[in-house]
C-alpha cells in the first residue's frame, strides 16, 4: 500500500513540474473529454472509481481488470447541437487466462461533416457564385492501447493500476492535419463498500503537430483577405488529475445503489469552474445509481459547474452558476447491457439536448 501512495505522490509532483515549466493549451483535444458510455454519461460523467467493464480504456485503464474469463465489447453513438456533431466509441477488452492482466483497445470519432467552404464564393469582379461553395468535414480520431494488471488481491482489499497510450488524428477537409500522441496512468483500490480511483491523462503531456496545405489559388485568396498562411505549428496538452471515491450503499436484497464523485484538476491557470485558483481549477462530477437484481439501472447525475451571464439580464452584468445534468436507465439480460442517457449542454433558456445510446456485450456467456 506505501509502494501505492508514493506511486501518487511521484506522478503529481511529475504534473506540477511539467505545468511549471512549459506552456500549453487551455483547451485542446477537447474531443477526449466528452465520455464514453451511457452508463457513465447518465452519471454526470463519473466512472473513474467504479468502472468495470471494456470502457475503462477510456475513463480509468486500472479498471480493465474486472473484465474476467471472456473478451467485451462496448459501442456507444451520440449527436450533438440537433445532429451537427457525430460521436463514436468503440472498445474490446481481452482478459489473460489467469485473469490478473487485461489488455484493451479503444476508438473514438468526432465529427462535423458538411461544413461549406465559401473561400471561393466572391468573383474577382466581386459578384457571388454560389456554384463555388464545396464542402468539407473536420474530424478527430483517436486510438486507445491499453494495459491493466491486478496489484494486489486479499481479504477484502483489491488494487489494480494500468495505463494507456494514445494515437491522435485531427484533420480539417485537405486544409489541415494533425498527428499526436500521449500517456494516461490510473488506479484504483476497493476497500469494502468503499471504491477510490485516480487518472492523470496526458502524464508526460500530449502533443499534436499540425501541418497545412493550401493550393496556391487557396492561398492567394487568403492573401487578399488579410488571413495568415500558417505552415506549421504544434499544440501542448497539460495532464490532468481525475481523484474519485465511491461507495455502495444495499438498501435491500435486490435494490443497491452507487454514489460517486470526481474531480478533476487541471494546472494550467483559471478556468471557468466551481473552483478556480492560479494555477489550480477543480471541477466536481457527482453521479448515482440505483440497480435491481443487478438487471434493471436507473441513474442521474450532473457536471460542469461554470458561471455564465444571466440570459434575461439585458445589462450583461449578473452572472449565475450554471450546470449539465444528465439521466439514464439501462437493462442487462445474459451477456448483453443496453444503456440510455439523456443531457443538456448547460445552457439556459435554450437547452441543446442529446440523447446517447450504448451497447455492452460479453462475447462468449460467462458460466456461473
Known sequence: MNKVLKLVCLVSVVVCVHTTKAQFRKYSNEFLNIGAGARSLGMGSVSVASVNDATAGYWNPAGLVHVKNNPSLSLMHAEYFAGIGKYEFGALALPSKNGNRTLAISFLRFAVDDIPNTLFLVEPDGSLNYNNISSFSSADYAVLLSYSQVYKQKDDLFISYGGNAKIIHRKVGSFAKAWGFGIDAGIQIKKGKWLFGATVRDVTTTFNAWSFTFTDREKEVLYLTNNEIPVKS????????????????????????????????????????????????????????????????????????????????????????????????????????????????????????THIFSLRIDLVKREK
Open 234 to 353: 504544434t499544440e501542448m496538452t497539460a495532464p490532468r488529475l481525475i481523484a474519485a471515491a465511491a461507495r455502495n450503499f444495499k438498501l435491500s436484497d435486490k435494490i443497491n445503489l452507487l454514489a460517486e464523485a470526481n474531480l478533476h484538476f487541471t494546472f494550467d491557470g483559471k478556468r471557468n469552474t466551481l473552483i478556480s485558483t492560479n494555477p489550480i481549477s477543480i471541477d466536481p462530477n457527482i453521479g448515482v445509481e440505483a440497480s435491481i437484481n443487478n438487471n434493471i439501472f436507473l441513474r442521474a447525475g450532473v457536471s460542469n459547474f461554470q458561471r455564465a451571464l444571466k440570459d434575461s439580464d439585458t445589462t450583461n452584468q449578473k452572472k449565475v452558476w450554471i450546470f449539465q445534468p444528465s439521466l439514464g436507465a439501462g437493462f442487462k439480460f445474459g451477456n448483453v447491457g443496453i444503456d440510455y442517457a439523456f443531457s443538456n449542454l448547460a445552457n439556459q433558456s435554450n437547452p441543446l439536448y
